[in-house]
């Protein structure tokens, strides 16, 4: 459970979230919004890589501002850009850098490497260089080098931003199939539809907060 | 250089990590100790000959100094201007041999590997305050991320090209550095979301 408790952020003089609170429990969460409204900063809260100015926030109870490294643990991030995310040159090395850094085995790095790359059919890229990938293929190997380090819930900012329609369905499949508790960050309204909760935020504040049927009419009427 | 690791299980690929990076500097070593046009002709073949024995055709050694050849053509020139032709074949030749052996090292050697013996050879300096795993990830952050920066060095630059900037150098340097500051950024936020502990 994600709970947002009274939750501002500044940055220098400019009020990004303002006095939000939030209790998310659902499985498929989208948060949506112009640029600029906050919404790619309440993402980055939920696993800490943002701390609030004032407020709180719990994962399962730890919060973010004490218990940082624990909550990385239990809330994976996919960012925009996976060349940004990829940190490792060669696709298998890039997997087992998280999985190191959490002290898994080697056997199991090797098992859980085999598994993820066989689930996304990627099997034939496990000694591919980085950089050589496509933008489907990147954003996939960067899912999975989040998956692999068994996160509870996955954040993700905008991940299907950079790519063509075909890699954009590939990736709404890969995320529809998880077992996580997703939090979707987008401009995708095709992406989200089918989710349990939309959060439109709009200059810092919820500004609709509901099933996609309600929000989504609400949101579009409001960028129109 | 940068096409790395060339996944295969010839005799090369299976050595250890530690004595082929041992070869390097023992190789490389001896290129700038050897004065000897005839010696560095024959190391040249001789690391030539290692390539098809690591299953890499010539043509992957070719793609090695292919970005250098205009570097070497302009050593060629000066050195045939102020030194000779001999001094200005030897030179050139022994730059090219160096390149040779420092790619079949990272053509048959993954970078995790490398990286791995890197960070046990730099332990011996941890008493003098230096982290290995640091070392070692800045490392493979640069291995990582050279292409990176050309790929986004090559956007720029077509972007000013179509607004007839390309001989602008600032309208070249600006956004990539700052492009390659907000990268650094996230890359750092990457690092960090995933457990990694400094």
Same mark, same amino acid.
């Given at each position: 459970?994600?709970?947002?408790? $009274?939750?501002?952020?500044?940055?220098?003089?400019?009020?990004?979230?303002?006095? &939000?609170?939030?209790?998310?429990?659902?499985?498929? =969460?989208?948060?949506?919004?112009?640029?600029?409204?906050?919404?790619?900063?309440?993402?980055?809260?939920?696993?800490? &890589?943002?701390?609030?100015?004032?407020?709180?926030? &719990? =994962?399962?109870?730890?919060?973010?501002?004490?218990?940082?490294?624990?909550?990385?643990?239990?809330?994976? @991030?996919? @960012?925009?850009?996976?060349? $940004?995310?990829?940190?490792?040159?060669?696709?298998?090395?890039?997997?087992?850098?998280?999985?190191? $850094?959490?002290?898994?085995?080697?056997?199991?790095?090797?098992?859980?490497?085999?598994?993820?790359?066989?689930?996304?059919?990627?099997?034939?890229?496990?000694?591919?260089?980085?950089?050589?990938?496509?933008?489907?293929?990147?954003?996939?190997?960067?899912?999975?080098?989040?998956?692999?380090? $068994?996160?509870?819930?996955?954040?993700?900012?905008?991940?299907?931003?950079?790519?063509?329609?075909?890699?954009?369905?590939? =990736?709404?499949?890969?995320? #529809?199939? &998880?077992?996580?508790?997703?939090?979707?960050?987008?401009?995708?309204?095709?992406?989200?539809?089918?989710?349990?909760?939309?959060?439109?935020?709009?200059?810092?504040?919820?500004?609709?907060?509901?099933?996609? #049927?309600?929000? =989504?009419?609400?949101?579009?009427?409001?960028?129109? | 250089?940068?096409?790395?690791?060339?996944?295969?299980?010839?005799?090369?690929?299976?050595?250890? !990590? +530690? /004595?082929?990076? +041992?070869?390097?500097?023992?190789?490389?070593?001896?290129?700038?100790?050897?004065?000897?046009?005839?010696?560095?002709?024959? +190391?040249?073949?001789?690391? %030539?000959?290692?390539?098809?024995?690591?299953?890499?055709? %010539?043509?992957?050694?070719?793609?090695?100094? *292919? !970005? %250098?050849?205009?570097?070497?053509?302009?050593?060629?020139?000066?050195?045939?201007?102020?030194?000779?032709?001999?001094?200005?074949?030897?030179?050139?030749?022994?730059?090219?041999?160096?390149?040779?052996?420092?790619?079949? /090292?990272?053509?048959?050697?993954?970078?995790?590997?490398?990286?791995?013996?890197?960070?046990?050879?730099?332990?011996?300096?941890?008493?003098?305050?230096?982290?290995?795993?640091? /070392?070692?990830?800045?490392?493979? %952050?640069?291995?990582?991320?050279? !292409?990176?920066?050309?790929?986004?060095? *090559?956007?720029?630059?077509?972007?000013?090209?179509?607004?007839?900037?390309?001989?602008? /150098?600032?309208?070249?340097?600006?956004?990539?550095?700052?492009?390659?500051?907000?990268?650094?950024?996230?890359?750092?936020?990457?690092?960090?979301?995933?457990?990694?502990?400094?």
């Amino acid at each position: 459970m994600i709970e947002l408790q $009274n939750v501002s952020l500044s940055f220098s003089d400019r009020q990004v979230l303002n006095d &939000l609170s939030l209790t998310l429990s659902e499985r498929r =969460i989208a948060i949506i919004g112009a640029n600029g409204s906050g919404k790619s900063t309440l993402a980055r809260l939920l696993n800490g &890589l943002a701390l609030p100015t004032s407020g709180d926030v &719990l =994962i399962d109870g730890l919060n973010t501002r004490k218990k940082g490294r624990d909550v990385r643990r239990k809330v994976g @991030f996919v @960012f925009q850009n996976p060349d $940004n995310q990829i940190v490792m040159p060669v696709v298998e090395e890039d997997l087992a850098f998280g999985m190191k $850094n959490c002290g898994f085995s080697t056997a199991e790095i090797a098992a859980k490497t085999d598994e993820i790359l066989a689930r996304y059919d990627l099997s034939d890229l496990r000694e591919h260089p980085a950089h050589l990938l496509s933008g489907g293929q990147k954003q996939l190997i960067a899912i999975s080098g989040v998956l692999v380090m $068994n996160p509870d819930i996955v954040v993700m900012d905008e991940p299907t931003t950079l790519l063509d329609l075909r890699n954009k369905r590939r =990736i709404a499949r890969a995320v #529809a199939a &998880l077992s996580q508790t997703v939090v979707m960050v987008t401009h995708d309204l095709d992406l989200i539809s089918d989710y349990d909760r939309v959060i439109a935020i709009d200059e810092g504040r919820v500004f609709a907060d509901g099933p996609p #049927a309600e929000v =989504i009419p609400a949101y579009q009427e409001l960028m129109a | 250089m940068l096409d790395l690791y060339s996944p295969g299980h010839s005799p090369l690929h299976r050595m250890r !990590p +530690a /004595v082929k990076m +041992a070869a390097l500097m023992v190789g490389a070593t001896l290129l700038f100790i050897n004065q000897s046009l005839a010696a560095t002709t024959a +190391a040249t073949l001789a690391i %030539l000959a290692l390539y098809p024995l690591a299953q890499l055709t %010539l043509k992957q050694a070719f793609a090695q100094i *292919r !970005p %250098l050849l205009w570097i070497f053509v302009l050593f060629f020139a000066v050195q045939w201007y102020f030194s000779g032709l001999t001094l200005a074949a030897y030179v050139v030749l022994r730059l090219a041999a160096l390149i040779l052996l420092a790619s079949l /090292v990272t053509l048959t050697t993954r970078s995790s590997d490398m990286i791995d013996t890197m960070t046990r050879a730099l332990s011996i300096l941890r008493p003098f305050g230096v982290n290995p795993a640091k /070392v070692s990830l800045a490392i493979a %952050l640069a291995l990582r991320f050279i !292409p990176v920066l050309a790929q986004i060095m *090559r956007d720029v630059r077509e972007a000013q090209k179509a607004r007839g900037l390309e001989r602008s /150098v600032i309208a070249v340097a600006m956004p990539m550095a700052i492009r390659a500051i907000k990268m650094a950024d996230d890359i750092s936020d990457a690092i960090d979301s995933r457990g990694y502990r400094s």
